[in-house]
T-cell receptor
Framework: GQQVMQIPQYQHVQEGEDFTTYCNSSTTLSNIQWYKQRPGGHPVFLIQLVKSGEVKKQKRLTFQFGEAKKNSSLHITATQTTDVGTYFC?????????FGTGTSLTVIP | NAGVTQTPKFQVLKTGQSMTLQCAQDMNHNSMYWYRQDPGMGLRLIYYSASEGTTDKGEVPNGYNVSRLNKREFSLRLESAAPSQTSVYFCASELAGTNQPQHFGDGTRLSIL
């Protein structure tokens, strides 16, 4: 069954507001990847986190991997309309990646 | 450089029909994957191939078979399609190991009536 849960499922924000999506696993993950999928498109790799407590930034995006390597978050500062899409985490457990259910972000201009 | 190419992009089948979804990558990647994406379920791994000549079951393999024809190509076959297999299917490839980004194709939208 699903090993990686992601919340919230949907998020509507005004342009300029911040956004955060959370990913939680029932088991310890070897690493975690984040992907973005635009409407009608395919998932595109954003970043990978490997170390416990790791924090990485990409411009307005901040990614964190929990100390216990069971949770992760993606935070977007000052959202823009180009941020619209569904954000997925994918946790590696054993030799398989388990994708979260995704958070669909809508940005209202 | 096409990346990961999936064919067809759309398909409608009747229950019980068979079909093969094709996937090819030109990035010399070793690992290839087949996922299905359903609303509210994220992407679920059907089968994967860590290297040419090997295939392994993922999270939801029932009703599917795969063939890693060569390093470039990884096909997914539905022997007897069922309405529960209506989904968007994505193929992905990865250079090697599990510390690399996965590169996805554009997907195949499959409807089974």
């Amino acid at each position: 069954g699903q090993q990686v849960m992601q919340i919230p499922q949907y998020q509507h924000v005004q342009e300029g507001e911040d956004f955060t999506t959370y990913c939680n696993s029932s088991t310890t993950l070897s690493n975690i990847q984040w992907y973005k999928q635009r409407p009608g498109g395919h998932p595109v790799f954003l970043i990978q986190l490997v170390k416990s407590g790791e924090v990485k930034k990409q411009k307005r995006l901040t990614f964190q991997f929990g100390e216990a390597k069971k949770n992760s978050s993606l935070h977007i500062t000052a959202t823009q309309t180009t941020d619209v899409g569904t954000y997925f985490c994918a946790g590696l457990n054993g030799n398989q990646f388990y994708f979260g259910t995704g958070t669909s972000l809508t940005v209202i201009p | 450089n096409a990346g990961v190419t999936q064919t067809p992009k759309f398909q409608v089948l009747k229950t019980g029909q068979s079909m093969t979804l094709q996937c090819a990558q030109d990035m010399n990647h070793n690992s290839m994957y087949w996922y299905r994406q359903d609303p509210g379920m994220g992407l679920r791994l059907i089968y994967y191939s860590a290297s040419e000549g090997t295939t392994d079951k993922g999270e939801v393999p029932n009703g599917y078979n795969v063939s890693r024809l060569n390093k470039r190509e990884f096909s997914l076959r539905l022997e007897s399609a069922a309405p529960s297999q209506t989904s968007v299917y994505f193929c992905a490839s990865e250079l090697a190991g599990t510390n690399q980004p996965q590169h996805f194709g554009d997907g195949t939208r499959l409807s089974i009536l």
